[in-house]
Nanobody, 120 residues
Framework: QVQLVESGGGLVQPGGSLRLSCTAS??????????TSWYRQAPGKQRELVAG???????NYADSVKGRFTISRDNAKNTVYLQMNNLKPEDSAVYYC????????????WGQGTQVTVSS
């Protein structure tokens, strides 16, 4: 069983920045081989992919956050980050960390979520 602990959410004004962190309670060798992602879910909406990073460091982003958000990972700390700049009210949501295997056997774990609210 892998536990994901997220932190860094909060209330920020439009145009502000936040950095989310997600630390996994697994061995470093396992973490290094995973795909880690951030999703978000706003009230009344489906959960959507925000950004992902592969074990090799390749990244992908939702069109709505390209140029504003940056995903990164520190394998030595079993941690993935989401740097969010120029935040907009529409970025308000609960942000979830996801960790999944990139090879068989396939598995995936979710964090508990952290609230991000962008409001003046």
């Amino acid at each position: 069983q892998v536990q994901l602990v997220e932190s860094g959410g909060g209330l920020v004004q439009p145009g502000g920045s936040l950095r989310l962190s997600c630390t996994a309670s697994t061995s470093g060798s396992i973490f290094e081989s995973t795909v880690t992602s951030w999703y978000r879910q706003a009230p009344g909406k489906q959960r959507e992919l925000v950004a992902g990073i592969s074990s090799g460091g390749s990244t992908n982003y939702a069109d709505s956050v390209k140029g504003r958000f940056t995903i990164s990972r520190d394998n030595a700390k079993n941690t993935v980050y989401l740097q969010m700049n120029n935040l907009k009210p529409e970025d308000s949501a609960v942000y979830y960390c996801n960790l999944r295997s990139s090879t068989f056997p396939f598995w995936a774990y979710w964090g508990q979520g952290t609230q991000v609210t962008v409001s003046s």
